[in-house]
């Protein structure tokens, strides 16, 4: 169902920004799993975690979902009455292949938790009253000054116990640090069969539209956003997930 990733193996005359279009929805879960350290245990913990804090009658949302993995965890892990996520994406190539991947799920398993796509951009998108909010690996792709404005706009939609999980790769304030785990992260992408080239365009593809902040910065920003407690849950190298709590 999905390709191996080779869409930056040949020499590019010129690497354009990344784009979430059919190519890329094609190959992502390869994609992702080759370049992004702990990402299916991010996956399964983002069920177990969501296991504990969905309520019942509440809504669930998965915010950037891309293919829905996500939202798939959540199905399996999640059993509580009345609940439903769903799971909003403004690419169109990659929520057509979600509804896809949903459906296929439906057919294997019975009585999982209803889930729908719905195609938008989160910065515009109201938020009903949730109890559960996921950001995977999202507001890195979203423009550094609405991160604040989305953050508070799920603050706000959240209901008391509901938690915000936010997954992100990190950058680092000390150069020594942020070279090391730069470092070791390209290792890992080497040790999943990623030449340098395609290391180095994939870099140019990502680099003017993925704009990691530091820990530091997120835990600040979620503060102002009403997020008095928040922890990170998860790091390996340069990716991080929290979890911010609604009081
Ligand atoms: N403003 C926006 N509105 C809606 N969607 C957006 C917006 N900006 C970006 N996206 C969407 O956010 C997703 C980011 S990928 C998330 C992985 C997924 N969560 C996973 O659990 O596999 C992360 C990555 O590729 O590194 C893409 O599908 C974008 O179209
Ligand atoms: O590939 C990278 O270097 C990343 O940081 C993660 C990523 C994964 C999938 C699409 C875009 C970025």
New binding site residues.
Partial sequence: MSDIDQLFSRPLAQVGD?VFDQD?ARV?PD??KR??PGYPTIIESIGLIAGQYAQVNSLIYDLGCSLGAATQSMRRHVQVEGCRVIAVDNAAAMLERCGEYLQAQDAMVESLLPAETRQADILELSLEPCSVVVLN?TLQFVPPAERLALLNKIHQALLPGGILILSE?LQFADLATQENLERL?YAF?RANGYSDLE?AQ??SA?ERI?LPDTLECHQQRLVKAGFAHSHAWFQCLN?CSMIAYRD
């Fill in positions: 990344f890329v992502f994609m992702i370049s992004v690996f790769k992260h992408k290391i994939k870099r990502i993925m990716f």
